[in-house]
Structures are given as C-alpha cells and as structure tokens.
C-alpha cells in the first residue's frame, strides 16, 4: 500500500462560469473535511487559477492531494477562463506521485492515464451537470444540481477522510447509482420532466468516472 | 451514426424538461451552458455537443433494454 504524508491538499476554484462556480462552491465541503482531518487545505481561487500560478504553488507547497475543478479535455485541466493549466506533455509531471481528483471533462482519458499521479481520479468523457436557471446564485440549493454534485464530490469528500482512492471511487459511484435507482424506482420529489434530465446526466456520469493508479493510496 | 428515430426522440425527450434548464458541459469550448432550446439546437444540426447530448440521452434509454 502506497501511503502518502497528507500536509497540504491543493483546490482549484475558478468560477468564471456556472460549472466552475457550482464545482467550487461544493467544493467547500470537501475543505471542511480535509480541515477536520488535519489536512491543510491551499485554495487557489479566481483569476488567480492560471497555469504560472498552479505551477508554482505545486512546486512550492508539493501538496499530496489536489483537487482539480474546471474545465478540461482529453489532455488537459483548464483553470480560470479556460486557461490550460495542466498539459499532457508540457508539465503532466507536476501530478506525479499524488492522489489527484480532476471534476473536468475528459481529462481522465489521456492525461489521468499517463500523468504517473500515484492515483487519479476523474472523468474520461463530458461531464454533465443539470441547473435551474432561477438557482444559479444558491448553487447548494439548486435542485437539478443537487443529485449530480453530491455524486462527484463524494470521491474527492472520502479522500479528504483519509480513505483508500478504490473506497472512495466505490462510495461515489455507489452514490451515482444509488440516486438512478432511487430515481427509478419510486417516486421522489422530483417530477418526470426534471428527471428527464437528471437521470440520464447521472447515468452518463457514472460511467464517465474512471480511477487509474494505486488502489490502495490514501493520505496518512 | 444515429438513426432518425434516435434523433426524434431524443428531440422529443428534450423538450420535457423544464423551460429554465440550463445543462452545463465541462469541455473547453467558448460556451459551456446551454439552455432547452439550444439543446434542441445542437442536436438537430448535429454537431459535436449534439452528438453528445444524444449518446447521454441514448445511453439512458438504452438502459432500459
């Protein structure tokens, strides 16, 4: 078991749109964890989500854990304003050795695969994420988003409490199905026309999320 | 790659939701939010993120089988 000293956990939160906003408010809850942990938590917040100022704060503070919200493609983690901040192939060595969880598009593909993290977490296509217009600015509360978020961050929250990268993307994807079948089979507070949406955003999610590297790694 | 029926329903499905949906997707593109409309939108011009909204969509209904 590969066992990793957890000073420093490392977020991202750019909100320079309605996804990176919801990713990093909901976020919040996976610092409340780490903190209760004894894991410092680094933010990086805004504008200040550019490439030059990951790069250096990775360097400096070589957290453990990081937690990617943004924007992304195949082979790459994007930051404030769809900046590139993490590149396969120009500076994917920054991940290596550390629990990383990307809440991107697609960059579980190429990058999360090859990057040489001691374990990623994150999703190999489009990730999709439902909102009510009217809820934009209580991104807690917004009903459609509720179900999809408290999904995807359930991996990175069971990090934060010091379980196994395997527990963890098991407890998220058992949530992930857990709110399908709940959808499903009985009748819940939403309507049908909401759950048009949710469900197969959920659906499509789950089978999106995708976990490479050491099983076994956890912050110690 | 999809055939008309596939298309028509999940034009159909679409336009069930509710009028002040908005999906996000979080691929790098210059627009990242999309209301019912546009939804709709992409999906009959067929682009890339139309194409993606019906293989979500497909995948769904699929699960059903």
């Known amino acids: 078991m590969f066992v990793l000293s957890s000073d420093f956990m490392l977020v991202t939160m750019p909100d320079h749109d309605l996804a990176t906003q919801y990713a990093s408010t909901w976020s919040q809850q996976i610092i409340d964890i780490a903190e209760k942990n004894g894991i410092k938590p680094i933010l990086i917040k805004g504008k200040n989500v550019n490439r030059l100022h990951v790069e250096t704060t990775i360097n400096d503070k070589n957290p453990n854990f990081i937690v990617f919200n943004g924007h992304g493609s195949e082979d790459t983690i994007a930051g404030h304003n769809f900046e590139p901040i993490i590149i396969f192939g120009e500076n994917h060595q920054l991940l290596k050795n550390r629990i990383i969880h990307a809440f991107t598009c697609g960059s579980g593909k190429i990058l999360g695969k090859n990057c040489g993290a001691k374990a990623f977490i994150g999703y190999d296509d489009w990730f999709f994420l439902c909102m009510y217009r009217h809820s934009t600015n209580r991104p807690l509360e917004d009903k459609l988003a509720i179900p999809v978020m408290e999904c995807a961050i359930e991996a990175p929250k069971q990090i934060a409490k010091r379980k196994t990268v395997k527990e963890a993307y098991n407890k998220s994807q058992e949530k992930y199905q857990k709110w399908i079948d709940e959808y499903t089979l009985s009748s819940s507070k939403y309507t049908t026309e909401e759950l048009q949406l949710i469900l197969p955003c959920l659906m499509w999610n789950k089978t999106c999320q995708v976990l490479y590297g050491d099983n076994n790694a956890k912050l110690n | ?47 890339d993120i139309g194409k993606k909204i019906i293989d979500m969509q497909l995948k769904y209904v699929r699960s059903f089988k």
């Open chain 2, 1 to 47: 790659m999809y055939t008309e029926d596939e298309i028509e329903l999940v034009v159909a499905r679409l336009r069930t939701i509710p009028d002040n949906a908005i999906l996000s997707i979080g691929h790098m593109q210059d627009k990242s939010q999309f209301n019912k409309d546009e939804l709709i939108e992409h999906v009959k011009q067929m682009d």
